[in-house]
């Protein structure tokens, strides 16, 4: 990476030593496991740029928009509406807490058993190596298990600008209501930040771009259904990472060419593993950057990823905001209501998981399921037992796996991960 923006790292107060390990680590990383990919669509390289000057060229971008008085505003759960955000002229960047770092002095913090997750986040702060976190003029933490919920209490005293949002974990009409006074209650914190008040106008317009980058996306899912797969899950998992922290409008354009190219290869049956590959639907927790183990050790191991039931990926993007409201009371509606059918494993019960799960098997063709769950994670560690056993009841092959951000257990996974697809061909 470019050595110019030491001066850049350095005054955003990174520990520049830490910060250039975990950037050869990340390196690494990607070239093994990104670019030693065979059959790539070549738009991906538009990936492997953005993935190049992650802590680079987006960090410029971000310091040239604060220059000129622009806020920025770190989120790490799909709940946090970017649409507000935009409409306020502030933009948003995911934290993407997908790496282990100084965990001895995490672990000062936060009990052992906490999941990698949380841990990371904690991190990242403490390591000082994450350009997003220290840029941000607002981080926004939300109440959603309780190991988040805790832990944001001690983060308040490690960052100076935590919002913490409240969110429902019952989908009733008194939830709905909760998630309503929350996002009226950022609105107003949104306002504040930036200055600018939000419009109908600037919220419409907020709620189509935001709308147009999950429709690329869509799109994009959409193209994963052909057999052969014209794109690797691992690619398909990076373009939803990206969506986090890329500009959006870029990000639209740049999923849109790779579509243009996707459907040109499926045309011409050009796929990333040949015909009939064994086809598996991923489902759990989040996979933050650079959390790539589990989809490398699948995609090694005979079998292709043709979609994720995650926050990143169908679970975070599914559901456009309807964009017919005019008023700023209709939009915002429309808003919690897209939100509130988010269906994350903190809510209680929670069956339009299941359906969905099952929903995205018979769409993607998926022949099994692989569920993900972080060691320590109740929730999806809870949720994975019944949905085992709902797609079981539909005879559709099921592994679990609890994992964290190690390697240690890759040997280990990848002889359970083989065997499985074996079993599938
Ligand atoms: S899994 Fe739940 S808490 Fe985590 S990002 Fe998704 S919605 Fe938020
Ligand atoms: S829902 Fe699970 S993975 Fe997400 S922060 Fe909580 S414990 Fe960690």
Redesign the pocket.
Known sequence: MNNNYQSMWKNLGLDLNAHDALLQVLGKGYQDIFLAQNNRPEGMSYFDFVMSEVHGLRIKELMDEKDQGRKIVGS????VPEELVLAANATLVGLCSGADFVMEEVEKLLPRNTCA?IKSSFGFKLGKVCPYLESADMIVG?N??DG?KKAYETLNTLVKNLYVMDLPQVKSEQGKSLLKAEYDRFKNAMEKLTGVSITAESLKQAIQIVNAKRSAIHRLSALRKANPVPISGLDALLANQVFFYDNPARFTESVNKICDELEKRIEEKQGVFPENTPRILLSG??MAVPNWKLPWIIETSGAVIVGEES?VGE??TRNLTDESGQTMDEMMKSIVNRYFK?D???FSPNPDRLNHISEMVETYKADGVIHYSLQFCQ??LMESIPVETALENKNIPVLRIETDYSMEDVGQLKTRVEAFVEQLT
């Open positions: 790490y759960c799909v709940f997750l939300e959603t298990c988040k927790c989040p926050c679970r975070g988010v994350c494993a903190i929730p999806y």
